[in-house]
């Protein structure tokens, strides 16, 4: 099997849009910036920034902890969208 086929990009760029859309539900849709968990994920790993330096499983575990990271610099309530609205 040619681990470069036609077969295994189609399952790389299946993961790829797994991931994006994970990011999107768990980061984007609720209301977290996504540049900040980008800068995150940055400083949990060498290439941390890249998402194909990391499997489903890991990103989730990343996102978990990064919801734990922004509720203790923020336990008031994370309020990202409008940080100034009264």
Known sequence: ???????????????????QQYLKD?????????????????????GGEVLDNW???????CIRDYYTYVEQQNPAGYQQENPNQE
């Open 1 to 19: 099997m040619d681990p470069f086929g036609d077969s295994h990009l189609r399952q790389l760029a299946e993961e790829m849009k797994l991931k």
């Open 26 to 46: 768990y980061i984007i849709n609720y209301g977290y910036d996504a540049d900040d968990f980008n800068h995150y994920m940055s400083y949990q790993r060498e």
């Open 55 to 61: 499997t489903l499983d890991e990103l989730s575990q």
